[in-house]
């Protein structure tokens, strides 16, 4: 992932929690698009337009369980989350976690995580991560 996908993928997340669908959606789709995915990024313009932002959170899910690594774990477990997914949320922080995907980071503070931070599973795997209690 190059700095301006990261960017891309930030600022749609940021947008995303603002309730700003559309461009959210555009940000994603940039970032998709430097990484010479254009068509990954047309198909989530087009969830979205017939199925609505949820339906475009289930289809970048999709897209993304089929792609290998920790870093795509930790991608998943963002989604699942924001898709009220707990235990697929969990269950893919703990690949990202074993893969040691660079996102693990910044998983105590991302309030992408809100959903399940009450969780008993999350707050191991951040004892486990080795943030400050």
Request: proline letters at 5%.
């Amino acid at each position: 992932m190059d700095a301006f996908d990261r960017a891309s993928s930030t600022l749609g997340w940021a947008y995303a929690l603002k309730e700003m669908y559309p461009e959210a959606i555009a940000a994603w789709q940039a970032g998709l698009r430097s990484r010479k995915e254009a068509e990954a990024a047309s198909a989530i313009g087009e969830t979205f337009r017939t199925s609505g932002f949820r339906g475009a959170l289930k289809s970048s899910l999709d897209y993304l369980l089929k792609k290998p690594g920790p870093r795509a774990s930790f991608g998943v477990s963002a989604l699942c989350a924001q898709l009220g997914q707990a235990n697929e949320a969990l269950a893919a922080l703990e690949k990202a976690y074993a893969g040691r995907a660079g996102g693990m980071a910044y998983i105590k503070s991302s309030p992408l995580y809100d959903p399940i931070r009450s969780d008993p599973r999350f707050q191991d795997l951040i004892r486990r991560v080795g943030f400050p209690q």
